[in-house]
């Protein structure tokens, strides 16, 4: 079983708890250390104390992204723990990191606004946050009891795990290597991903406000890149879309907005192809999709994957569709401005046709 945007790896624990092999990839290195957790970790991992640690004097802050939300006392804490990790057994490694990605988020939460998929940074030194090294040290190990004791309760099963940071448009795999893949790509929403999970990333000393690649690299970025100035390979309904986009009255629709719809209508396409290149004939796809707004311009996404599925060979079985109460985009102030209908989310299910 295969997911291509695996996230935390819902599906890919579940799937292996009813003892099927599994690839999940996500091209955020974040979601595949908490997906190794989930999948991987042992029942019996325990936490480990870094009380004997001792800092260099030398260590180095400057330049570390941590330094956006701490102090240089507190990075120098954080950074000592998470240097340590590199010689902590694998398991160990892997608990300790997604306790450091908790513990950094619960310390700046002061950072956070409305917007569930933004944090803000400190605008001036003296806002920085400052933490003992006792303090640092609890909040690590008791992340660590935490997760421990949740572990505890999934049970394990001997087939095999695979979690891999890469690109759902460069699958990293065998052709007709896949039996079933279960999956939800990110939507047309404006999601950040990168910015969402800016803390983590710092933790593991990726700077996503200076360093652009992996923001850029992700599908539904804001950020545009020059290849989507490429012409497009997209089906009527995508062309449609573009096209409603493009002639919005609103400021930049015809110009950033179009461009970066384009873009993410491009890499949805790129997934759905190698996601088709590597299921063996008659493999299933079960894919998980929510229509959203653009203004007033409804983003039919279920429609689309369906119309850009089959151009890759793979043929609809069942559409199944739920009513949305709450949506993620309703938070941006502005948007609001625009009357929308409701929407849904979809659940499709495609098989892989046995001949091209
Ligand atoms: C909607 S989330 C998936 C949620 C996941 N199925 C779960 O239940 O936890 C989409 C994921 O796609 C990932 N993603 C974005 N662009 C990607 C790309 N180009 N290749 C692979 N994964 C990507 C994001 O990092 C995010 O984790």
């Known amino acids: 079983m295969l997911d291509p945007w695996n996230g935390s790896g819902t599906?890919?624990?579940?799937?292996?708890?009813?003892?099927?092999?599994?690839?999940?990839?996500?091209?955020?290195?974040?979601?595949?250390?908490?997906?190794?957790?989930?999948?991987?970790?042992?029942?019996?991992?325990?936490?480990?104390?870094?009380?004997?640690l001792r800092i260099r004097a030398s260590a180095r802050t400057q330049n570390d992204p941590l330094n956006y939300w701490f102090d240089d006392i507190t990075t120098a804490r954080i950074r000592a723990w998470t240097s340590h990790l590199e010689h902590a057994s694998?398991?160990?490694?892997?608990?300790?990191?997604?306790?450091?990605?908790?513990?950094?988020?619960?310390?700046?939460?002061?950072?956070?606004?409305?917007?569930?998929?933004?944090?803000?940074?400190?605008?001036?030194?003296?806002?920085?946050?400052?933490?003992?090294?006792?303090?640092?040290?609890?909040?690590?190990?008791?992340?660590?009891?935490f997760l421990a004791s949740r572990l505890s309760s999934v049970p394990r099963t001997s087939a095999s795990v695979s979690l891999l940071t890469a690109d759902s448009a460069a699958l990293p795999l065998a052709t007709n290597s896949i039996d079933i893949i279960v999956t939800s790509p990110p939507y047309l929403t404006?999601?950040?991903?990168?910015?969402?999970?800016?803390?983590?990333l710092a933790v593991l000393g990726i700077d996503v406000f200076s360093e652009k690649t992996l923001r850029k690299a992700l599908m539904g970025t804001t950020l545009t890149r020059q290849a989507s100035m490429t012409p497009s390979l997209l089906g009527p309904m995508a062309e449609a879309l573009l096209s409603d986009i493009s002639q919005h009255e609103s400021k930049a629709s015809s110009s950033y907005y179009m461009k970066q719809a384009k873009q993410y209508l491009n890499d949805l396409n790129s997934g759905l192809r190698e996601s088709a290149r590597v299921s063996k004939p008659g493999a299933e796809m079960h894919l998980v999709v929510q229509d959203s707004y653009y203004k007033d311009v409804l983003v039919p996404l279920a429609e689309i994957c369906i119309e850009e599925a089959k151009r890759y060979g793979w043929e609809l079985q069942e559409h199944e569709m739920f009513p949305?109460?709450?949506?993620?985009?309703?938070?941006?102030?502005?948007?609001?401005?625009?009357?929308?209908?409701?929407?849904?989310?979809?659940?499709?299910?495609?098989?892989?046709?046995?001949?091209?």
């Open 11 to 52: 599906t890919t624990l579940a799937a292996n708890t009813l003892g099927h092999s599994v690839v999940g990839l996500d091209r955020n290195p974040v979601a595949s250390v908490v997906a190794q957790l989930r999948c991987k970790v042992p029942m019996n991992v325990e936490p480990i104390r870094f009380s004997s």
């Open 190 to 200: 404006r999601i950040d991903y990168a910015v969402a999970y800016a803390r983590e």
């Open 90 to 145: 694998p398991s160990n490694r892997t608990m300790g990191l997604v306790a450091a990605f908790r513990a950094v988020r619960s310390l700046t939460k002061y950072f956070e606004g409305s917007n569930p998929t933004w944090v803000k940074r400190a605008s001036e030194n003296e806002e920085r946050l400052c933490f003992t090294h006792s303090e640092i040290d609890e909040a690590f190990f008791s992340e660590q009891v």
């Open 324 to 356: 949305v109460k709450r949506l993620l985009t309703t938070l941006n102030t502005s948007a609001r401005a625009y009357k929308k209908g409701d929407v849904s989310e979809s659940v499709i299910t495609f098989t892989r046709r046995k001949h091209d």
